[in-house]
């Protein structure tokens, strides 16, 4: 990381808290606010497990999954974090979750950073990392002139092999895996399938944003057509997610 970013991002820390309380005055307690969120898109627990919605608006509707919790991954069972959740399932149940979900957020940075190590970070698998590590040039890509000057010239081995990383990647054993993790807006998972070579054979994303949005038509049922921009801006797609 650069060389002051840590102090940024503690710097950050403290002013984001003052920032809340400063969206929470300016909203939480003004009564047009109020009239346009509360029992505005409604979507209960049922119907959330039924269209296979997660994350915020699952959450806003009662139920605290969230995988980083019930499927624990990278070490979050080690960090300190509540999953916070509301009952009304409604636009002011989904403002408020997503309002906790930010301190819980601030407390996760904070923490990893009072843990952060120093000195750069390289995969010890030598058939996957580039050879010798490459050292950081003046763009900062990774690809210091003469980093690349001693691989060309002491080192043939190493430049094929980086040559064939670069080009066809590594070779993963054949078969299959889902992965998923906690997005902003749900379970983001992968699933990958491997036949052996350096390209997968199929990939397929389960992208909340395209599987929440299939609740938009439930939760504007009996509405007003102004409770469809509230109801669909309350499920904060992601619409390039979508396309994927």
């Not at 840590?6 to 307690?29: A, Q, T």
Request: with cysteine; glycine share 10%; charged share 25%.
């Amino acid at each position: 990381m650069p060389d002051d970013a840590i102090r940024k991002i503690r710097d950050f820390l403290v002013l984001m808290p003052k920032k809340l309380k400063e969206y929470e005055n300016l909203l939480s307690g003004q009564p047009i606010w109020i009239e346009r969120t509360k029992h505005v898109a409604v979507l209960d627990v049922t119907a959330c497990l039924a269209l296979g919605v997660t994350g915020p608006v699952l959450r806003s509707a009662g139920l605290p999954w969230d995988l980083r919790k019930t499927v624990p991954y990278c070490g979050y069972e080690t960090y300190e974090f509540d999953v916070p959740t509301h009952t009304d399932g409604d636009v002011w149940g989904r403002y408020e979750v997503r309002l906790a979900e930010i301190r819980e957020s601030l407390k996760l940075v904070e923490q990893a950073l009072d843990r952060l190590k120093p000195g750069p970070v390289m995969v010890s698998d030598k058939k996957i990392a580039w050879p010798a590590q490459l050292a950081i040039g003046v763009d900062g890509m990774g690809n210091s002139l003469e980093h690349v000057a001693k691989i060309m010239g002491q080192s043939m081995e190493s430049l094929i092999h980086h040559f064939k990383l670069v080009t066809e990647g590594f070779r993963v054993p054949p078969g299959q895996v889902y992965v998923g993790i906690e997005s902003p807006r749900g379970e983001l998972g992968v699933h990958a399938v491997s036949d052996g070579g350096t390209r997968p054979y199929r990939v397929h994303y389960r992208e909340p944003s395209f599987v929440n949005l299939q609740a938009l038509p439930a939760m504007a049922e009996g509405g007003l057509i102004a409770d469809v921009i509230a109801g669909g801006a309350s499920l904060d797609p992601v619409m390039g997610g979508c396309d994927r």
